[in-house]
């Protein structure tokens, strides 16, 4: 199987598993917290039915609003089909690869997230410009930290693509244990908590007026637009995770497209991706939400973390 | 011993040089004086362990005394004298800082470059073919650096004792990977020195506590009658 129409199957596939699989994720994480608060809590398909309902909905927007909140969830949700189509997930290469590379996939991210601010500022609500603020001051020290982490694991692959960064890991597995490896995975997963508005950082469950950064830009949102947005920042959470999962552990990932090693490259992904989300749900569940001025602190760790990555790299070597 | 096992203990020994550095720059991060002592016990376990791969892969079985030393002075001796001295004089939080929680690691973060840097000159041409242990000696003098910068920014007397403890733990750390450690009695020797050291400083912090209450050294600024 080659050619043009091998791309675009394999591409849509990809794409469909994590559009699909992404409110299941966001399901797993909220019934372990609900676990861990001896709550029965909603089924893990619960998101799916929440997505439905919002889709179905009518949609109210602001009368001051102007084309950039009815333009923004689309804009939010396109690009996050596009890093879909760029991050590896069950089988390397991934097909688009001469697209982009991660650098890509960052600014992608700070693209949607740019116009998510601004739909914030848009409607003049003042919960919109207070989490719109909150989240550009944020940002700006997540982007850092992701970066170094990043660059870590690319210094080691001496390539920024990602399917190659993937690739030349797999075929070593040794260096999965290297020093500089876990340090920049850690590095990357408090982002990861941050980025996608987890505990320490976020709350993603209320609407706690003055604690909210990312729930306070899309307050004004209903019907379809929140659903895009909603939908959007699971598959976020997702593609995070699968970014932490295979940028750093590519176990049992396929390399090529025979069905047998396909099914293991699912297996395995579905299982890592679990994996690491139990674990957020855990860090979750553990830890207090950190006051908004003491954000820049943990986040300074996870800078200095990747920092420490890329100098360790250069005193162990790969 | 064979190559694999050695390429395996080097292996082991980066990690956990990775995870000592990375319980330094842990307590920069922190504010509370309990978490200080538990990462200084880490820190030291890992240390010891370090000295025991130092043992298993290399032969040097005149560590063994230090390590086991290390382990249980430094990794449960001193931490259980400081938590009760903790304990009694109820305070929990350095407040206090010389230089805020992020400039604070961005400063530690320089320091483990330079480290990097005089430790390339320390070791020179010889860096390529020697032991595992030696790359250690840039994470050994990031550690003193670090153990200097906590004591000289933070105002509290039991983080002195960290930051004079974390200094230690990098002169032992440092003496493994260029010389597979000092002499016996000198290892002994410093091990006593630090352990009395503890035990009379803790008594000490005791007695500034109910002298002046409060263990902030800006107090001890001025002669009083």
């Known amino acids: 199987m080659s050619g043009a129409p091998a791309i675009v199957i394999l591409s849509l596939l990809q794409l469909l598993l994590l559009l699909a699989s992404a409110p299941l994720i966001s399901g797993i994480i909220a019934k372990t917290k609900a676990r861990f608060q001896h709550r029965q809590g909603a089924g893990i398909l619960q998101p799916y039915f929440d997505l439905a309902k919002l889709l179905r909905k009518e949609v109210l927007v602001s009368p001051v609003a102007s084309w950039v909140f009815r333009s923004t969830p689309y804009l939010v949700f396109a690009s996050t089909l596009v890093i879909a189509l760029l991050v590896p997930t069950v089988v390397v290469p991934v097909p688009l690869d001469w697209v982009g590379d991660i650098i890509t996939v960052i600014y992608l991210f700070a693209l949607g997230r740019f116009f998510v601010a601004l739909a914030g500022l848009d409607t003049g609500s003042a919960f919109g410009g207070l989490g719109a603020s909150r989240e550009m001051s944020i940002a700006s020290i997540i982007e850092p930290a992701m970066m170094l982490a990043i660059f870590t694991a690319a210094v080691t692959a001496g390539s920024t693509n990602l399917s190659v960064i993937v690739a030349t890991l797999s075929s070593t597995p040794a260096s999965m244990l290297n020093p500089a490896h876990l340090l920049a995975f850690s590095g990357l997963f408090i982002v990861t908590m941050a980025e996608t508005g987890r505990v320490p950082v976020d709350n993603p469950d209320t609407h706690l007026e003055l604690t909210m950064i990312h729930e306070a830009m899309i307050l004004e949102y209903s019907g379809r637009y929140l659903a895009f947005i909603e939908w959007s920042s699971q598959m976020k959470l997702a593609i995070f995770l699968a970014l932490l999962s295979n940028m750093f552990f590519p176990l049992g990932m396929a390399t090529t497209l025979a069905p047998w090693a396909l099914c293991v490259g699912c297996a395995a992904f579905f299982a890592k991706v679990i994996v690491l989300a139990a674990i957020v749900a855990v860090v979750e569940s553990t830890n207090a939400k950190l006051r908004l001025f003491r954000v820049p602190e943990l986040l300074m760790v996870a800078f200095i973390l990747s920092l420490l990555a890329l100098i360790l790299y250069f005193i162990v070597g790969a | ?225």
């Open chain 2, 1 to 225: 011993m064979d190559p694999t096992n050695l390429q395996t203990v080097g292996l082991l020994i980066d990690i956990l040089a990775a995870a000592i550095l990375v319980t330094a720059f842990l307590v920069v991060s922190s504010r509370s004086l309990v978490f200080y002592i538990r990462l200084f016990a880490l820190q030291s376990f890992f240390l010891g362990a370090v000295a025991l791969l130092v043992v298993l892969g290399y032969g040097e079985t005149h560590i063994l005394i230090a390590a086991v030393l290390t382990i249980a002075i430094k990794a449960i001796a001193i931490p259980v004298v400081l938590s009760r001295v903790i304990e009694r004089i109820h305070v929990r939080k350095e407040v206090d800082f010389s230089i805020n929680i992020p400039a604070s690691l961005l400063l530690c973060g320089g320091m483990v470059i330079l480290a990097d840097s005089v430790a390339h000159s320390i070791l020179g041409a010889q860096r390529a073919d020697a032991p595992a242990v030696s790359r250690v000696l840039s994470v050994s003098i990031a550690m003193m650096l670090i153990g200097l910068f906590i004591m000289t920014t933070r105002k509290k007397a039991i983080t002195q004792i960290v930051g004079l403890l974390t200094m230690e733990n990098g002169v032992f750390l440092s003496g493994l990977s260029i010389t597979y450690g000092m002499p016996l009695i000198v290892e002994v020797g410093i091990f006593f020195d630090i352990l009395v050291a503890v035990l009379i400083l803790g008594v000490f912090i005791f007695r500034i506590n109910k002298t002046f209450e409060s263990i902030s050294i800006d107090s001890l600024r001025g002669l009083r009658e």
